[in-house]
Nanobody
Framework: QVQLVESGGGLVQPGGSLRLSCAAS????????MGWYRQTPGKQRELVAA???????NYTDSVKGRFTISRDNAKNTLYLQMNNLKPEDTAVYYC??????????WGQGTQVTVSS
């Protein structure tokens, strides 16, 4: 089992930026895929961005060109840089790391609120 600790959420004005972090308790190179998801009340959790150990990335259409997923293997940390934030980006953001065996590990979530 891996522990994931998220940070970096908060309140930001439209057009602003935030960087989310997801620190893992063990080496992230042991995971086949890593991603960020978000959820708003009454809606299903949706994939925002994902990356693989082969550095293949994908983004949901609404964040392309604004969000960037990255990782620092030495720090065992996954990041999500979010620029030009919009009110519709408001959600609880979760990181998820999937093992080679197909087991999913979720962070506790961090709130992002985009409002003037």
């Amino acid at each position: 089992q891996v522990q994931l600790v998220e940070s970096g959420g908060g309140l930001v004005q439209p057009g602003g930026s935030l960087r989310l972090s997801c620190a893992a308790s063990r080496r992230i190179i042991s995971f086949i895929t890593m991603g960020w998801y978000r959820q708003t009340p009454g809606k299903q959790r949706e994939l925002v961005a994902a990356t693989t150990m082969a550095d293949i990335t994908n983004y949901t259409d609404s964040v392309k060109g604004r969000f960037t997923i990255s990782r620092d293997n030495a720090k065992n940390t996954l990041y999500l840089q979010m620029n030009n934030l919009k009110p519709e980006d408001t959600a609880v953001y979760y990181c998820k790391l999937r093992t080679w065996a197909g087991d999913d590990n979720w962070g506790q979530g961090t709130q992002v609120t985009v409002s003037s």
